[in-house]
């Protein structure tokens, strides 16, 4: 199923809806072959502006849909009424849901071994019959030419239907893109939805989320890790937003 595709500076995001994404992780699982996904917001939006290696990688995933608030709100300046935000932990629970409904088997690759025990515990419980046959922590390291085979292997042999990938951006779009071609599943890059499902970091409020300030909230929260990434990254969206208003575009 196409979608829509509008660049945000230099990122070409999707105007879809959580449906239209589901349908197609659904239809994708049937040919059993290599897909992934970006959930995108202002920091990849940034990233991707800066390095041109990283914008291919980006703009080359099978769907990029917008996870951050400020990206919805580009969409929709730029002309794009239907544009819906999609954030990556409503993305993962609504993915297992159709896991369930659909028979397709999950798993979990990032974070550390207690977080995916406690994100495993919690998405089980919405959804009893989820059938999760991989879930991996690995090491703060390369993993040498033989653990990546192995990796490999483990994975496809698993019966693997959908991935989860929460490395981060933008390791995890990176390691995604690498194995396209030797993974036989979708894979979705949700980052930090496994630390908000494990219980490990708080959600904003509602009206925060509404006004799109969740990421102020984060930023009050982890000042030390987050303050360089909001207080650099987010001017420099606005300005180079409001340029792309008025008429520039970017090599």
Not at 43 to 70: S, T, Y
Not at 104 to 118: C, I, N, R
Not at 197 to 216: D, F, R
Request: net charge positive; hydrophobic share 40%; proline share 4%.
């Amino acid at each position: 199923m196409s979608v829509k595709k509008v660049n945000i500076i230099n990122m070409s995001v999707c105007v879809t809806s959580m449906q239209t994404v589901l349908n197609n992780i659904r239809d994708w699982c049937k040919n059993s072959e290599g897909r992934y996904i970006c959930v995108s917001n202002v920091h990849m939006c940034m990233e991707v502006f800066d390095f041109k290696d990283f914008r291919e990688i980006v703009n080359n995933a099978d769907l990029v849909v917008p996870d951050g608030k400020p990206l919805v709100w580009g969409q929709k300046l730029l002309g794009n009424s239907k544009a819906h935000q999609i954030r990556g932990q409503d993305l993962t629970f609504e993915t297992c849901r159709l896991a369930e409904k659909e028979n397709l088997s999950v798993g979990f690759y990032g974070a550390s071994q207690e977080t995916l025990d406690a994100m495993n515990i919690k998405l089980t419980s919405h959804y009893p019959k989820l059938n999760i046959v991989y879930s991996y922590s690995p090491p703060f390291r390369q993993l040498n030419k033989e653990e990546k085979k192995l990796l490999v292997d483990n994975l496809n042999n698993s019966g693997i239907d959908i991935l989860f990938v929460g490395l981060g951006c933008p390791k995890q779009e990176k390691w995604m893109a690498e194995h396209k071609k030797c993974l036989k599943c979708v894979m979705l890059g949700v980052g930090a939805a496994f630390d908000f499902i494990a219980g490990n970091k708080k959600h904003a409020p509602k009206w925060m989320q509404s006004v799109g300030l969740e990421w102020l909230f984060r930023l009050l929260c982890e000042p030390t890790r987050l303050w360089k990434r909001y207080l650099k990254q987010n001017p420099r969206f606005v300005w180079y937003f409001i340029q792309q208003l008025l008429g520039k575009k970017f090599k």
